[in-house]
């Protein structure tokens, strides 16, 4: 692959630019220098606890790893039968099946796992697969509530393991030329960035509850959840418009577009902001995520904005994107930097003297590939802090899950977050939270 | 948020531990009057009119018209009812719990929504007086044996939102049903009162065996140490029906 940089490799980049990107505040010492965990000399062992929609994508990633010798693909999980056996026939000979990703957690042959389950058992398979000191590559959003997301971070740290998020525009081009230009100016003190997005769909044709069908575990697939009767609506991809499990477009490509966001205004420390959104409420159906929603978001010192526009001022040509709107000018990104190209400015920029460079991995062409694999060099370098680790994961998804939260209670937010917690608010607070259904639980 | 129902110069809430310690709400028949109710309700009141709400809360807007919204035929009127529903406040709580047992599942979403946003505009900072009013209903309706149980479920994650100490015994009370147990375990996990967690460890000492487990992992999660009862959570129970691939 051509690259018009030297390639840098994130622990040398890690290593090189903390003091400059203030990226100590990330990294605790002495993690730079730890050494490789358990496999990371040789093939990755690998699990997948999640195989419908964008689990059958890891899959194949996974599938191409392991034609490299790079991993051995050793379990397979999910709580739909059918999706597993689809996942068992793409897979061929070799993994082992299972409906209960606890058997997973169990075998201690397995070196990492790949979580691609609805959002409300992301952050339960994460600590436990953390708590057997596996490696996680995990969906976004990291998490469902701020509570969970914080006990990511802490599983992560206390043993020892990788927790990537799969927000992959920190290792796509379109991300890292866009957040290459506008860290360097090139359209000056960027003061606001707003995004657009289509609206989250609407139940059109609401049906009433019903057993689940054959193979599905339904009382697997509510997890944490408290329980309900089954209702076609909520799967096997409807899980996204519902607040409680999905939480809509803000969570799944506001997770991307904030992720790639924040690192390109180099925002990921500005973690203390106020949150104010609103929306129209879907007239029908089971599904309630806001049909359309605005959300601000306000960060001090640097001052900036950022707002979530469902469906926002459209200034690009593709369905979704975002607009960095600065002192010189304004960059547009379509998407969110992944399976688009930047904007042919952003490409063309040059870096002025004594400018900053960023982090960038070109090991795949394909953007997916190329998160995995930046996945899998943290491990082998140690360092343990992929592109989107899952601090990093767990602070977009803050603003995900706080947008959500001022638009269920209909208010302004202050959300301090070195504290973790909204200001002055005794039941938002109560909300960053939710208490799990035994015994799927943190 | 729509403030129009407030009064321009709220007075003061009463002290939360006054708001706890007052007795139980019952909005509901005279037939299922507890006692101490009635002396809550008129505290209620007289606060509600203090801060410029009794209108809100109680007179002004009747809650029929809106329930008789909610339950039409019209889905713009009714929606726009349901994003108007906090004007209505406490009075409404009941009319519209008893309408999401009405067999239309839309009728019945659409005033679960209508319920929801009652209690997270009642829930505001500064609003104990209304959020009181609120809980005072709920904590009577989740204790109405006759109700769905998937109502009262929902009823009781409402209420987890906006508790207080007063809604401890009632919800306490539901660990003995088998059916609402677990979410009744999880609301008084939510609960910040003090008088939660001792109802989570009086259960422990009394609940099924079975039951015990679950209650430990709330007792642990509020930072108490417990004995025996390790966790289920890492327990692989489900078997898959797929073979691997020979």
């Given at each position: 692959m051509n690259s018009p940089v030297k390639r840098i490799s994130r622990r040398d980049f890690l290593k090189s630019s903390a003091v400059t990107i203030g990226i100590l505040n990330l990294?605790?010492?002495?993690?730079?220098?730890?050494?490789?965990?358990?496999?990371?000399?040789?093939?990755?062992?690998?699990?997948?606890?999640?195989?419908?929609?964008?689990?059958?994508?890891?899959?194949?990633?996974?599938?191409r790893f392991q034609k490299e010798e790079k991993v051995r693909i050793a379990a397979l999980c999910d709580a739909d039968d059918n999706r597993l056996e689809a996942a068992v026939e793409n897979a061929g000979a070799g993994?082992?099946?299972?409906?209960?990703?606890?058997?997973?957690?169990?075998?201690?042959?397995?070196?990492?796992?790949?979580?691609?389950?609805?959002?409300?058992?992301?952050?339960?398979q994460t600590?436990?697969?953390?708590?057997?000191?596996?490696?996680?590559?995990?969906e976004k959003p990291a998490s469902v509530t701020v509570r969970e997301g914080q006990a990511m971070v802490a599983a992560a740290r206390t043993n020892k393991v990788a927790v990537q998020v799969g927000a992959q525009a920190r290792t796509a081009k379109g991300g890292w030329y866009t957040c290459r230009a506008i860290r360097n100016g090139i359209v000056g003190k960027v003061t606001r960035v707003s995004c657009w997005h289509y609206a989250n769909p609407v139940d059109e044709k609401p049906v009433a509850d019903s057993?689940?069908?054959?193979?599905l575990d339904w009382d697997l697939w509510l997890g944490p959840l408290p329980w309900r009767p089954h209702n076609v609506r909520y799967q096997p991809a409807n899980f996204r418009w519902f607040l409680e499990s999905g939480g809509g477009q803000i969570r799944d490509r506001g997770a991307h577009q904030f992720s790639t966001i924040l690192w390109s205004m180099n925002a990921d420390n500005q973690v203390s902001f106020t949150v104010e959104a609103t929306g129209k409420a879907p007239?029908?159906?089971?599904?309630?995520?806001?049909?359309d929603m605005n959300v601000v978001y306000q960060f001090k010192n640097p001052d900036w904005t950022l707002e979530w526009g469902q469906p926002g001022n459209k200034v690009g040509q593709t369905e979704f994107g975002n607009v960095f709107w600065g002192t010189n000018g304004k960059l547009v990104l379509e998407w969110e930097g992944g399976y688009r190209p930047?904007?042919?400015?952003?490409?063309?920029?040059k870096l002025p003297p004594g400018g900053q460079e960023v982090y960038r991995t070109d090991e795949y062409e394909d953007f997916n590939m190329n998160h995995k694999a930046d996945w899998f060099r943290s491990i082998r370098e140690g360092h343990l802090r992929p592109a989107v680790d899952i601090e990093i994961g767990h602070r977009t998804a803050t603003l995900c899950n706080l947008g959500n939260l001022s638009y269920i209670l209909g208010r302004k937010l202050v959300w301090d977050g070195q504290k973790q917690e909204v200001v002055g608010d005794e039941q938002a607070n109560r909300l960053l939270s939710r208490p799990q259904r035994y015994p799927y639980v943190l | 948020m729509n403030d129009t129902l407030r009064t321009s110069s709220p007075q003061p809430s009463p002290p939360e531990e006054e708001r706890e310690s007052t007795?139980?709400?019952?909005?509901?028949?005279?037939?299922?009057?507890?006692?101490?109710?009635?002396?809550?309700?008129?505290r209620v009141m007289l606060l509600a009119a203090a801060e410029g709400t009794v209108s809100a809360a109680e007179g002004a807007k009747q809650p029929e018209e809106l329930v008789a919204t909610l339950t039409g035929t019209d889905e713009a009127a009714a929606a726009a009812a349901c994003d108007a529903a906090p004007e209505y406040g406490a009075a409404a709580v009941r009319p519209l719990a008893l309408a999401m047992a009405n067999p239309d599942f839309e009728v019945a979403r659409r005033c679960k929504r209508a319920l929801y946003r009652i209690v997270r505009q009642a829930g505001r900072p500064g609003a104990k007086t209304e959020a009181a009013a609120v809980e005072a209903k709920l904590v009577t309706l989740i204790s109405e044996g006759e109700r769905a149980v998937q109502l009262r479920r929902d009823l009781l994650w409402m209420l987890s939102e906006i508790g207080s100490a007063r809604a401890v015994p009632p919800v306490a009370a539901l660990l003995a049903d088998k059916e609402l147990r677990e979410d009744a375990r999880c609301v008084l996990t939510?609960?910040?009162?003090?008088?939660?967690?001792?109802a989570l460890r009086k259960a422990f000492k009394t609940a099924p065996e079975d039951f015990r487990f679950a209650l430990a992992d709330s007792l642990r999660a509020r930072g108490e140490k417990v004995e025996g009862y390790p966790s289920r959570k890492l327990v692989a129970t489900k078997q898959t029906t797929v073979t691997p691939k020979k």
């Open positions: 990294v605790p010492s002495g993690v730079l220098a730890r050494p490789g965990q358990p496999g990371a000399n040789g093939r990755f062992v690998i699990a997948h606890i999640g195989v419908g929609g964008m689990g059958m994508t890891h899959l194949t990633n996974m599938l993994p082992t099946p299972y409906r209960d990703y606890r058997y997973i957690i169990e075998r201690k042959d397995i070196d990492a796992v790949v979580i691609a389950t609805p959002d409300h058992w992301h952050a339960v600590v436990h697969a953390c708590q057997s000191g596996k490696h996680v590559y995990v057993p689940p069908p054959e193979g007239t029908r159906g089971l599904w309630d995520c806001p049909v930047a904007n042919p400015e952003a490409i063309n920029f | 007795p139980a709400l019952d909005d509901s028949p005279s037939e299922r009057t507890v006692a101490g109710c009635s002396r809550f309700a008129s939510r609960l910040p009162s003090p008088k939660a967690l001792v």
